[in-house]
């Protein structure tokens, strides 16, 4: 198999010339119990890729890069139930166990069995199973090392879906739906008529912005620097798009006193202190965004008795994914969820380090990778 590989994370950019992913002959990995190997057609790159690669986020390496793709089932390990070899599926980046404190309480999306393997680099089942040409172990992604064209996987990192969905559209559903979606269907449980700010319009912010317009009569006002998102997240469904500069005048020309919802998709927490100062009374922000682990917030605390207002952490959405997949693939062939408006272009995964450059610098929304070669089967429809 080959796979995208990092072995050294902080080296400069332009990654294009530092070439931190290098992609390497991997030992084909079989499934154990539990597990399923997949062959990944397409993945996408996220933020959340770019953070291991730079460093912010520390994981340990080597490591098989990659957690939103989307593929074909290849193989299916003993005691597997409900997936069989040509499912066509979606993989989810928290594998939940189904019987810890937070899956039990309905929470899969903070499964802490989950968490530890993730964290590790192992899968929920068992250690690591990668190994490189030297018999050295490599490390899983969030249990998933999309950037591959095989990947083994627990089980529960699996929704499959139906096999019309194009990949390059289905692999958007393993992070940046369930993410941008959830913080506002879950984790805000936003209403009709209220409003809403969305800070950072990347993939999770842009959807964000989908699940605030379907709802009734909601006012949703998207944030960005970067000029050339503005016209796409009018497209859908922004009530008002502007600068971090023009936030505050759009909030108070919008929403009055202050928004009842903000989503901060940046990964920063000078915008979180921002966002906190846009709400009304009683309002949520909702953090969605990754910030580098030593960022602190300074907010003055009386905000939160004083005003009621309130700091949600959103991990994946507070989503459940074989709920919510599924739901919201139906949303999306309503014409309510666009994903495909968010798909900038697909290249090979040779390309992947130039793809990098790209996302840091906002030239893209979301870079596709095709494992293989780029084909109309993958991108028009999943035959």
Known sequence: MRSAILRAAGLPRPYAQSRPLGIEQLA?????????????????????????VNGSRPRPLPMAIGHEAAGIVDVVGDGVQG???????????????????????????????AAAANASGDLLHGEAVLRDSGGQRVNHHLGVSGFADYAVVAAESL??????????????????????????LNTADMQAGQSLIVFGLGAVGLTAVMAAAQIEGTTVIAIDPNLDKHSLARSVGA??????????????????????????????????????????????????????????????????????????????????????????????RAGALPMELLHSDTVTLDAINEALDALEEGRVVRRVIAMDKIDDAATSSAA
Not at 28 to 52: F, K, M
Not at 159 to 184: E, H, Q, R, S, Y
Not at 242 to 258: C, F, I, K, M, R
């Open 159 to 184: 929704v499959v879906i139906d096999k019309d969905v194009p990949f390059d559209v289905a692999a958007m559903f393993g992070c940046a739906a369930l993410t941008g979606m959830g913080a506002v």
């Open 28 to 52: 084909n990995p079989t499934p154990r119990a539990g597990e399923v190997g997949v062959r990944i057609v397409r993945a996408s790159l996220c933020h959340s890729d770019l953070s291991v």
């Open 239 to 332: 009530t008002a798009v502007g600068t971090p500069e023009q936030a505050a005048g759009l909030v108070a020309e919008h929403a009055g006193d202050g928004v009842d919802i903000a989503v901060e998709a940046v990964g920063s927490a000078r915008v979180m202190e921002a966002c906190l100062g846009l709400l009304t009374r009683g309002g949520a922000l909702v953090s969605v965004g990754l910030p580098h682990p030593e960022q602190q917030l300074g907010v003055q605390a009386l905000q939160f008795a004083g005003m009621g207002k309130r700091l949600l952490g959103s991990y994946m959405g507070d989503a459940v994914p074989a709920r919510d997949i599924p739901a919201y693939i139906e949303l999306w």
């Open 83 to 113: 997936i069989t070899p040509g499912d066509h599926v979606v993989l989810v980046f928290v594998p939940s166990c189904g019987d810890c404190r937070a899956c039990v309480a309905g929470r899969p999306a903070l499964c802490s069995r």
